[in-house]
């Protein structure tokens, strides 16, 4: 069983509509979750963080994190073209080193 | 946030020889980290480039075929040696900034094609 779980998709919505990206981990000891986006031929840029358990919201996006069931969001509302790329969620302890889901990747159509 | 400089930005070449990959940042860091993503796979970590010590690899990559340099705290290299068509993937530069938990910076990547 791999520590991250991530559907690749690939995911297809119309402009404007909720997206919701999950992933699901193996490992209790994650406290930092991030989610991070990628476009076409460029590097993961950091998009949302959260530590331990909860929600944070920062304009249409929303990341959650339920630690009991291992499981982590990230919902993006009134979605629009520019949202499409891949959306990779990451993970770490104590240690420095991040562990990244596959990616799901997202195609918003005007 | 850290601005990253990775060199080549995408190379073709020949199985059995080697290819160098820079990783410029823009600041001092005290992290500096290579990762692999092969298509269809997760971002897996190489190995982490200390700085004045030799680089910490993770289970599954060793020095020998990938030697990584760290002169300084903006500059390190990864070496794709003796390279294979299995080699075939996009290598990444990232840096962790100050003591964030979160700070990971990631270069634009070196898509790497071993014919």
């Known amino acids: 069983q791999k520590e991250v779980e991530q559907d690749p998709g690939p995911l297809s919505v119309p402009e404007g509509a909720i997206v919701s990206l999950n992933c699901t981990y193996s490992?209790?000891?994650?406290?930092?979750f991030m989610w991070y986006r990628q476009y076409s031929r460029k590097g993961p840029e950091l998009l949302m963080y959260t530590y331990s358990s909860g929600n944070k919201e920062d304009g249409r996006f929303t990341a959650q994190v339920d630690k009991s069931s291992k499981y982590i969001s990230l919902f993006i509302r009134d979605s629009q073209p520019s949202d499409s790329a891949t959306y990779l969620c990451a993970m770490r302890f104590g240690g420095t080193a991040l562990i990244f889901g596959k990616g799901t990747t997202l195609s918003v159509s005007s | 946030s850290a601005v990253i400089s990775q060199k080549p930005s995408r190379d073709i070449c020949q199985r059995g020889t080697s290819l160098t990959i820079q990783c410029q940042v823009d600041s001092q860091v005290t992290m500096m980290f290579w990762y692999r993503q092969q298509p269809g796979q997760s971002l897996t970590l190489i190995a982490t480039a200390n700085q004045g010590s030799e680089a910490t690899y993770e289970s599954g990559f060793v020095i020998d075929k990938f030697p990584i340099s760290r002169p300084n705290l903006t500059f390190s290299t990864l070496t794709v040696s003796n390279m294979s068509p299995e080699d075939s993937s996009i290598y990444l530069c990232?840096?962790?900034?100050?003591?964030?938990?979160?700070?990971?910076?990631f270069g634009s990547g070196t898509r790497l094609t071993v014919v």
């Open positions: 990232s840096v962790l900034e100050g003591n964030s938990n979160y700070g990971y910076t």
């Open positions: 490992n209790s000891a994650f406290q930092y």
